[in-house]
């Protein structure tokens, strides 16, 4: 269902592997609500013990209480901003990051009577997760291509920032996917485009996910939470009726209700919906 892997991501990858000795600092763009889920872990061969800044997009978006523990296992491999890219502080918050981990770099530089130059940063993040607003951000105009769906980057191009070059790349994606719960989560937060995708079985594990982490959210819409796919189709067929979108046979339209109900979970507040593997081990 969700083996969504297109050709210029793989492309990517060779290309990063390629280059990799050209890249001083890592920038990872996590989305909030995916900790986890939104973090390819082979970044971390590819850094090979080179400086990682993760950022945490969306923040606005995500149960911080539950994304402290994520927050405290990054840092054990790099430095961590949390921060809503479109918030007035960001730039503050992750320009300070970045000036810091110059700063180190310069120090260490120094005492073996090296120059420091600008920082080469390559900037990573799965698809939709705030790469090109960072790069944006960053460089203190539109120079990256932004779009509110996955996939608007298609081809690699160096931003000049000062103290940073940073290499703006399309947005990584593992190459599988190990379960249908991994897609509905990238789908709810618009990592995967849905029209790759069949409509259906998109409603059927989104509903699945949200019924199993955040059931309420389902009953404040006066649903009933599901994991039982003929189930849900009756409470797509419940919501449209509820919400009076009938055809003109008077049957309730379910594909309104689809659409309907996919923008209610991708607008969702106040969610994490990974689980930190530390919390779970020792729970």
């Known amino acids: 269902m969700f083996n969504w892997f297109p050709g210029h991501m793989a492309k990517t990858i060779r290309l990063l592997n390629e280059k990799i000795r050209l ?4 920038i990872i763009v996590l989305d909030a609500r995916l900790p986890l ?3 390819n872990n082979d970044i971390y061969k590819m850094a090979n013990n080179k400086p990682i800044l993760f950022i945490l997009n969306k923040s606005d978006k995500a149960d911080l209480s539950k994304l402290k523990p994520f927050i405290n296992e990054y840092e054990k ?5 949390t921060t809503n890219l479109k918030d ?7 320009n300070s990051a970045l000036n810091n981990i110059y700063l180190k770099v310069k120090e260490k530089n120094a005492q073996k009577h090296k120059l420091t130059p600008a920082l080469k940063c390559v900037v990573l993040g799965v698809p939709n997760v705030g790469k090109s607003t960072l790069i944006n ?3 203190g105009s539109k120079v990256a291509k ?8 298609k081809s690699e191009q160096w931003i000049n920032c000062k103290n940073y070059l940073l290499l703006d790349t399309p947005g990584l994606l593992m190459p599988k996917l190990k379960d249908e719960e991994t897609g509905a989560k990238l789908a709810v937060v618009s990592s995967i485009k849905l029209e790759a995708l069949n409509i259906n079985e998109v409603i059927v594990a989104t509903y699945r996910l949200i019924s199993k982490y955040y059931p309420q959210k389902i009953i404040d819409i006066k649903l009933q939470p599901s994991q039982d796919e003929e189930e849900i189709f009756s409470q797509l067929s419940l919501y449209a009726k509820n919400n009076n979108w009938i ?3 008077q049957l309730p339209d379910i594909k309104k209700a689809i659409v309907q109900l996919i923008s209610y979970f991708n607008n969702l507040n106040n969610i994490v919906y990974d689980q930190c593997q530390e919390k779970e081990q020792n729970g």
């Not at 890249?23 to 890592?26: A, E, I, P």
């Not at 491999?77 to 901003?81: I, Q």
């Not at 932004?146 to 608007?152: E, I, P, S, T």
């Open 23 to 26: 890249f001083d600092l890592f």
């Open 37 to 39: 889920t939104s973090f």
């Open 77 to 81: 491999k790099g430095v961590v901003v």
């Open 88 to 94: 007035k502080l960001a730039y503050k918050k992750i």
């Open 137 to 139: 951000l960053l460089a």
């Open 146 to 153: 932004v779009g509110a769906m996955a996939g608007v980057t």
């Open 247 to 249: 055809l003109k046979n």
